[in-house]
């Protein structure tokens, strides 16, 4: 068993910056993939960005590349989500989830085991 629960989120305006973080528990944390996704309102859950077990492999959405960045440190069992030059399409709830079995599949939402309750993210024009 795996919890997670993420904080981070808040209003930030246009270009600014936030750091999510996603706090997990349990013996397995270390060797999870650990991946970010986002749901915008009336839109389907999107993948942000996931990263191997140690850290030495990370994933992003094309469209997200160089803005924001996936870290994690086993020793904490934490996981964190960079987003820099912020936009107001960047809004939606961010979830952090952690998939067992390795990288195959990182994409896809229902391959994950786990999963954070969410915290919002709102970025105003």
């Known amino acids: 068993q795996v919890q997670l629960v993420e904080s981070g989120g808040g209003l930030v305006q246009a270009g600014g910056s936030l750091r999510l973080s996603c706090a997990a528990s349990?013996?397995?944390?270390?060797?999870?993939?650990m991946g970010w996704f986002r749901q915008a309102p009336r839109k389907e859950r999107e993948f942000v960005a996931a990263?191997?077990?140690?850290?030495?492999?990370?994933f992003y959405a094309d469209s997200l590349k160089g803005r924001f960045t996936i870290s994690r440190d086993n020793a904490k069992n934490t996981v964190y989500l960079q987003m820099n030059g912020l936009k107001p399409e960047d809004t939606a709830v961010y979830y952090c989830?952690?998939?067992?079995?390795?990288?195959?599949?990182?994409?896809?939402?229902?391959?994950?085991?786990?999963w954070g309750q969410g915290t919002q993210v709102t970025v105003s024009s």
């Open positions: 989830a952690a998939k067992s079995g390795g990288s195959l599949g990182y994409r896809d939402p229902r391959l994950y085991n786990y």
């Open positions: 349990g013996r397995t944390f270390s060797s999870n993939l």
């Open positions: 990263i191997s077990w140690s850290g030495g492999t990370t």
